[in-house]
């Protein structure tokens, strides 16, 4: 499965780096942005999320939450979290749901099955998708510009 700009996503539950479930739902009056990533600690991911970190005022004025979701354990998350000083939720989809879901699993990542593909997605307060990019390249970042420009 994956989702198309426009369409409903329904509500989901995932794991934060405390073992906490967060709900990402309708009917709050911020945007979400959504940022799967393939690995904890891998040298681009660490670009991603300390970028995303150093600009946290910019998406807060947008009234943006900014979630990061690997694949990686809750426990895993928590150390990267803490090593890179990050100042915004990161998530656990350890089951790979929500990758299947949103259509970014990667069955090549170097090797290793079931990676999540570097992407972003934007939901707007009632979870409708009006950004999506699911890049090929693990190397390459998202566009940053064009996800703000979505939350205006």
């Known amino acids: 499965m994956s989702y198309q700009i426009g369409d409903k996503?329904?509500?989901f539950t995932l794991q934060d780096t405390e073992g906490t479930q967060i709900t990402i739902e309708a009917g709050t009056n911020n945007h979400n942005v959504l940022l799967f990533f393939p690995l904890a600690f891998s040298s681009v991911c660490t670009d991603e999320l300390c970028l995303v970190r150093d600009n946290m005022?910019?998406?807060e004025s947008l009234n943006a939450k900014v979630y990061g979701i690997s694949?990686?354990?809750f426990f895993s998350l928590k150390a990267f979290k803490?090593?890179?000083n990050l100042n915004f939720t990161l998530?656990?989809?350890f089951n790979k749901v929500q990758s299947t879901n949103f259509g970014v699993l990667n069955n090549d990542h170097f090797g290793m099955i079931g990676v999540a593909k570097r992407s972003a997605f934007v939901l707007n307060g009632d979870l409708r998708l009006v950004y999506s990019e699911i890049l090929q390249d693990a190397g390459?970042?998202?566009n940053f510009d064009k996800i703000k420009e979505?939350?205006?």
């Open 140 to 142: 390459n970042l998202p």
């Open 82 to 84: 803490q090593s890179q």
């Open 9 to 11: 996503i329904p509500s």
């Open 57 to 59: 005022k910019a998406y």
């Open 71 to 73: 694949i990686d354990s």
């Open 91 to 93: 998530l656990s989809d």
């Open 150 to 152: 979505a939350l205006k």
